[in-house]
């Protein structure tokens, strides 16, 4: 299988469940990317991993952990989650951590989640 | 941070129209990429920019770079029913050349009628 892959592809949860997002490419990538994407919004970056080192954190509450075992492999921890957390999430992926030239993301299909 | 203005949000358009949407910035921006969301998919890279007034072209779509720096267009000439989906446009600026450098539009929503 070539590109980015994420589980589930939907994923309906209560506010006290515990779920994991599973995200992995097979690009030979060596960043890795956790986007938001909520309607008539545009695409909020969550969290950033470069040589399975977490590199940037934009302020995202602390029921969402990520964890990169591997280049290759990004988890999305979710924990008490709320229903404004509802949204597509989106795992990207890129060559290298600077995105200049020709080093682009290149995105997953997304997991739907919806809180209730 | 940056915000990036997309216009417009939607577009109803006839097959075999042509279309037009851009994105403007009160920033200036070193590199400007378009994306295609289709339904139940992940944005996936149209076109690149890399030079103020660059006009490039990727079969029916045509992408410029504004001189200014601040805005870009994307034309799609005799739109076909595949065309349908959300354009995305995302402007970056070297500053640490990291995603946090990466803004997105919210996206031209283009449907097609029959």
New interface residues.
Partial sequence: ETG?T?TPRHLVMGMTNKKSLKCEQHLGHNAM?WYKQSA????E?MF?YSLEER??N?SVPSRFSPECPNSSHLFLHLHTLQPEDSALY?C?S?RN??????N???????SRLTVL | GQQLNQSPQSMFIQEGEDVSMNCTSSSIFNTWLWYKQDPGEGPVLLIALYKAGELTSNGRLTAQFGITRKDSFLNISASIPSDVGIYFCAGHTYSGGGADGLTFGKGTHLIIQP
């Fill in positions: 980015v994420q990317y008539k919004k545009p695409l970056l950033v590199v940037e934009n989106l990207a890129s951590r600077g995105l200049a030239g020709a682009v993301l290149t995105f997953g299909a997304g």
